[in-house]
């Protein structure tokens, strides 16, 4: 089998990579964002409050690749975009603390291609980036490194820079060994799973007065990132949540006792 052959059967065990786009607006962006996924394998393109006003213009800035621009799923936010993903990466212009864990772009490749499937790369609005909120889901960032003196780099031409980071690494050497080391998707939660672990635990640490709400954001997105390290499976997941489900237990029969003794108080 030629290189090129090569490329192209790797290339689908990496084309299943989901590129997100959060409130895109130039209708320009998105058609070279579209071409270029085409350009290296990539077929799964999903949009999240798009904001553009023109959206004929991506079809023709397209090229060729309208028919992703045509299949784009369209969502209300970006945690509903996620919630069936097993790893989630963002993208941001710097580094942020807390954040997610930095991948280099030279790091992303293996890290998709080990990762349980799916995977989803999200890309921020032109103007701002993804908010901390949205950086909150995802498990990895990338950054890439530009000059200090003209750091901001095109949305189009970030998703390029990406998209071929992830093309190369499929066309390497390496690029079957990781991913015949991915132990299957199943045996780890999904984004929505991980996401409803954080909801019970924010509950209980705000009812127990370990994080009070109005840090309670920045003490969760801590909280986050040490199971963003740990990599836990699903069964682990699920022995985590019955330890939260029993805190929640008792701290609903101390809540009654404390009622009922007020109770008698009062009557007394």
Not at 232 to 258: C, Y
Request: glycine share 6%.
């Amino acid at each position: 089998m030629n290189k090129a052959s090569d490329g192209a059967s790797l290339s689908s065990d990496l084309c299943g990579v989901r590129f997100i786009l959060v409130r895109p607006r130039n209708p320009g962006n998105l058609g070279c964002i579209a071409r270029t996924l085409k350009n290296f394998g990539f077929t799964r393109l999903d949009l999240v409050q798009p904001r553009l006003v023109h959206e004929e213009e991506a079809v023709e800035w397209a090229c060729g690749a309208h028919d992703l621009i045509k299949r784009a799923r369209r969502f209300d936010s970006l945690r509903n975009a996620v919630s069936d993903c097993r790893a989630v990466i963002g993208t941001s212009g710097r580094k942020r603390e807390p954040g997610p864990l930095n991948l280099t772009p030279q790091a992303l490749g293996p890290f998709a291609a080990a990762a349980p499937q799916p995977v989803a790369l999200v890309f921020g609005p032109e103007q701002s980036g993804l908010k901390i909120d949205e950086l909150a889901l995802c498990q990895r960032s990338v950054q890439i490194p530009t000059h200090p003196d003209f750091p901001t780099i095109n949305l189009a031409q970030s998703a390029a820079l990406i998209a071929w980071e992830l093309h190369r690494f499929a066309i390497s050497d390496d690029a079957g060994a990781a991913i015949s080391e991915n132990i299957g998707s199943s045996k780890h939660p999904t984004a929505g799973a991980m996401q409803a672990f954080f909801n019970q635990a924010e509950r209980a640490l705000l009812e127990l007065d370990c994080i009070r709400p109005e840090n309670s954001s920045r003490r969760m997105n801590a909280f986050r990132r040490i199971f963003d390290r740990a990599d836990i499976t699903t069964q682990e997941l699920r022995f985590l949540r019955g330890i939260f489900r029993q805190i929640e237990n008792q701290e609903a029969i101390i809540r009654a006792r404390i009622e009922k003794n007020d109770n008698r108080n009062s009557k007394s």
